[in-house]
Nanobody
């Protein structure tokens, strides 16, 4: 059974850092495209950034470039989202998703069938 489990969310002050984890079971993440998405209260779920099977990283918006990075640990079968210089507008539930075959871009929500349950990130003083 394919399963994704996110962890690492929490409350952090503006300017702080968090590292989210997306641990996979039942399949190898290095054979899948993996995306991080987020959903703020009252808003639709949006892409943040993703990593393709070949290791290419795509950002959904310039606002996260230089602050958020994605990495894959093959030994742990886990994808990480390192978030630095966090802002209040980064507050959301963060989800990871995985898909073996992406038709257009790994940044699009519609590409993914397999999702984690989400982890809450709150940036507030």
């Amino acid at each position: 059974q394919l399963q994704l489990v996110e962890s690492g969310g929490g409350l952090v002050q503006p300017g702080g850092s968090l590292r989210l984890s997306c641990a996979a079971s039942g399949f190898r993440l290095d054979r899948y495209a993996v995306g991080w998405f987020r959903q703020a209260p009252g808003k639709e779920r949006e892409g943040v950034l993703c990593i393709s099977r070949s290791g290419d990283v795509t950002y959904y918006t310039d606002s996260v470039k230089g602050r958020l990075t994605i990495s894959l640990d093959n030994a742990e079968n886990t994808v990480y989202l390192q978030m630095n210089s966090l802002k209040p507008e980064d507050t959301a539930v963060y989800y990871c998703a995985a898909e073996p075959t992406v038709l257009s871009s790994c940044i699009f929500r519609r590409e993914y069938r397999f999702w984690g349950q989400g982890t809450q990130v709150t940036v507030s003083s």
